[in-house]
């Protein structure tokens, strides 16, 4: 048991403490007794989900400030009021004078094929009034109402859709931004981890519905249960008929490599056939027990809780196994059979299948077309710590990728890496300029290094060593991203917690920060 005190961090990221806006991924440092944030740059241009911290998948976003002037009609303007309309008392108020008539509108709102998050409170005395945005959205009841759309217009218009009669305060639109947003993900971690992954394409056109697919003895009823992202759209699946392997596929190519994946959950039937075929090319999965029953040759099975009674299942395949038909099946046994019995099956939800890839990624929601998801890339902005720094990464899991994980570079015309082995998830220290690696005796979970500006010392998990690296030192220059091809890239990673510190600490204080 260590007892040292050592420097504070400088600048922390993670550890319990996440937030994020568009472009931007927060961390921070403290002075005193004050906290202050210290911005890293992020960009993925694209959508992407995560697990929330209340366990449902979702789509990470961020809302936009308010849009509407004057939302609690503290005056009578900024509105276009129709037949029936008045703005007094702090209310917009509809009479039904004109049955069946009049708009309450307010102009340049909201731009046509974006998404908004509209709010207000409705007061219903009779009737029923409609919401334009997105189309019609019809409410009789009074109460705080919520909903979010995407735009067809820029206006923001009340109408008296069938003879409503009473008022509406309180109205705010806000744009809802998914694209370059942070994903901090709480699937069995109270705590959250920062998604880092790379580019993905969900082949599967329909990843929802399951209803298209081929597959004759079994059937397919759409929207029969709560899935993982807390919506009815779950479907079950269940044999026609007895038999061998039975189940729904998709005819998709084939690669050298590629990963298939799938939500399931027991609805009576316990086992659940995943592959890109039917028995050559599939692997089993136990729904009871939440582990894998069996996997075919040159497959790699995995199953991972998402609770609730839901279970994400994989197979990732090599190039002698490869097939062109993701396939999702249900059992009675792990031999794969299974008896017709009334309609017991399965709910299944969330189909993937990735090309090219040896493990999967995020979920990727798809509704007729396929999705690329692009790659998640944060940098850190320059420091000013000269030569002597150290820095702490904790991680709750680290991807494969087709290249070593790039962690941190420091310098930037003769930098020197931190990384991890590919093959092995061993710690690797890099010169560029001499070419020599050093590597860490044991698989990486925490890691941490030190420079005094001229010596290294690095720990993993509470190992420690020295080091001797030709090339630059000078962590003005020190670079954190996710995009491994420039170099200081995670392709696939889970960041629980980064701390960087502008003093050299010692093989003890490294030993201390990597096994707490």
Request: charge should be neutral.
């Amino acid at each position: 048991i260590y007892n040292i005190i050592m420097a504070e961090p400088t600048i922390q990221l993670g550890g319990g403490s996440w937030a994020g806006k568009t472009d931007n991924l927060l961390g921070y440092y403290k002075e005193g007794e004050r906290f202050y944030k210290q911005d890293f740059t992020f960009s993925r241009s694209t959508t992407g989900t995560r697990v929330n911290s209340s366990g449902l998948i979702e789509t990470a976003s961020v809302l936009g400030s308010d849009l509407v002037t004057n939302g609690n009609f503290a005056t009578d303007s900024d509105w276009t009021k129709g037949s029936g309309w008045t703005i007094s008392g702090g209310t917009a108020n509809q009479d039904n004078s004109t049955p069946n008539s009049g708009d309450l509108t307010q102009s340049n709102v909201t731009t046509s094929g974006k998404k908004y998050k509209v709010t207000f409170d409705l007061v219903v005395t009779s009737g029923t009034i409609s919401v334009l945005v997105g189309g019609h959205n019809l409410f009789t009841s009074s109460g705080t109402k919520t909903f979010i759309k995407t735009a067809t217009s820029s206006n923001l218009t009340f109408r008296n859709y069938s003879n409503f009669v009473g008022s509406i305060d309180n109205v705010s639109v806000k744009e809802v931004i998914e694209n370059d947003i942070p994903r901090v993900d709480y699937l069995n971690n109270s705590k959250g981890s920062l998604i880092l992954e790379p580019q993905r394409t969900n082949l599967v056109t329909q990843s929802e519905d399951f209803s298209g697919y081929s597959g004759g003895t079994t059937t397919i009823v759409i929207n029969q249960a709560t899935a993982p992202d807390g919506s009815t759209s779950a479907d079950k699946i269940y044999p026609s008929a007895s038999g061998n392997f039975v189940g729904k596929y998709l005819n998709i190519g084939a690669s050298t490599t590629g990963v298939v994946s799938c939500f399931v959950k027991q609805a009576n039937k316990r086992y659940a056939i995943l592959g890109t075929d039917n028995s050559t090319f599939s692997c089993i999965f136990d729904l009871q027990t939440g582990t894998v029953s069996s996997q075919a040759t040159n497959y790699t099975a995995k199953i991972e809780n998402y609770g609730n009674g839901w279970y994400r299942i994989s197979a990732a395949y090599t190039a002698s196994a490869a097939a062109p038909y993701p396939f999702i099946g249900v059992a009675d046994s792990t031999n794969g059979s299974v008896t017709k019995d009334g309609t017991n099956g399965l709910f299944i939800w969330g189909f993937q299948y990735e090309l090219n890839a040896s493990y999967p990624t995020s979920y990727i929601p798809t509704s007729g077309s396929s999705v690329t998801r692009n790659a998640d890339v944060i940098n850190q902005f320059t420091l000013n710590y000269g030569n002597t720094f150290s820095a702490l990464f904790d991680f709750n899991g680290l991807g494969g990728s087709s290249a070593n994980n790039f962690i941190m570079r420091i310098g930037s015309t003769n930098p020197v890496y931190l990384s991890v082995r590919r093959s092995d998830k061993k710690l690797q220290f890099y010169s560029a300029a001499s070419g020599v690696g050093y590597f860490a005796t044991i698989a990486t979970q925490k890691i941490a290094i030190s420079c005094n500006g001229t010596n290294w010392i690095w720990s993993s998990d509470g190992v420690s060593g020295t080091l001797t690296a030709t090339g630059e030192v000078n962590a003005q220059h020190i670079r954190i991203a996710s995009d491994g091809a420039t170099g200081g890239g995670l392709p696939s990673a889970l960041v629980n917690k980064i701390l960087l510190f502008n003093t050299a600490l010692t093989a003890q204080e490294l030993n201390v920060l990597t096994t707490l």
